[in-house]
């Protein structure tokens, strides 16, 4: 087994509020009966949610720890400073802190390979957001983005690999100076033609040789391209993050029954030590169903 400790820059403030939460979650399965009965401590550090600051509240009761939210809303890099300030301090009275933003880059005219790649403003953008996310106290960008980097008009991959490296040696630096580690996220081959498994993520990942340059691995990306636990077990050296949802209906856990136990065994024998975060179509009744089910399916492997 390998020993996998990814880097997360907490900030102080999110620190202290992630571990209280932790520990609560720990104390909830122990009175429960859940972590006495299997003997395994809980896989997460934390578990949270993709959604806006606005549903923070009900999302907290319902068990999220944390919140992922949208760089063009949140993080508002387009935007002058006073839109982002109002996010700001919207974010001091949520009751809950944003560990990550996805989303990342969105507008048309950012082009990551191809032809018409404009690597200088792609950093120009991503700059903002890291500079951003940090002082919002949060860690994690996560690079999906399909529309910069799918292949158009017979790009070939290989060209694609090599530039696609290049951006993120550049990306790299950028992100470590704000404490912010990019997770590049594969993609189903229905949203993006590049990058759709964790092996192809991997070995970008691995040739960019940067620290702050790291994989999400994404349960549901992972069901629609047929990715097995084989597949993660290869990549953990690079994990660094991890978001579920079932594939069918890119519902919560819990809603069509699906079964993770395989990729969270991975994730266990592999010492995982990281958040997990859902990103999926759900109602708020299926929320707090759904961290339970998590929670029950991780501590039975």
Not at 146 to 152: K, N, V
Request: glycine share 10%.
């Amino acid at each position: 087994m390998s020993r996998h400790t990814p880097l997360l820059p907490w900030s102080r403030r999110n620190f202290i509020k992630l571990s209280a939460l932790a520990a609560g979650t720990l104390a909830f399965g122990q009175r429960r009966g859940a972590a006495s009965t299997t003997g395994n401590p809980p896989l997460f550090t934390a578990m949270g949610i993709a959604a806006p600051l606005a549903s923070a509240a009900e999302l907290k009761e319902a068990g999220a720890q944390f919140l992922t939210e949208g760089v063009g809303s949140f993080l508002v890099p387009d935007k002058g400073e006073a839109e982002f300030a109002l996010n700001l301090e919207r974010l001091a009275a949520s009751p809950l802190p944003v560990l990550a933003c996805n989303g990342f880059i969105r507008p048309a005219h950012l082009r990551c390979v191809g032809a018409e790649a404009n690597h200088d403003q792609v950093l120009d953008w991503a700059d903002i957001c890291f500079k951003r996310l940090h002082r919002a106290g949060g860690s994690l960008i996560v690079f999906g983005s399909g529309g910069s980097r799918e292949l158009r008009d017979g790009w070939p991959k290989d060209k694609a690999d090599e530039q696609f490296v290049a951006l993120l040696k550049r990306m790299g630096p950028l992100a470590e100076a704000q404490g912010i580690v990019v997770v590049v996220e594969q993609l189903q081959a229905r949203e993006c033609n590049y990058i759709n498994h964790l092996s192809e993520a991997a070995a970008v990942i691995r040739a960019t040789g940067h620290p702050n340059v790291r994989l999400l691995a994404d349960f549901y990306h992972m069901a629609c391209m047929g990715d097995t636990p084989s597949d993660l077990a290869g990549a953990m050296d690079v994990v660094a993050h991890v978001e579920i949802a079932e594939k069918e209906g890119r519902t919560v856990p819990g809603v069509q029954g699906e079964d993770f136990r395989p990729f969270l065994r991975v994730l266990r024998e592999h010492r995982y030590k990281g958040a997990i975060s859902i990103e999926g179509k759900f109602e708020p009744s299926q929320v707090s169903g759904a961290f339970k089910e998590i929670r029950r399916q991780a501590l039975e492997v």
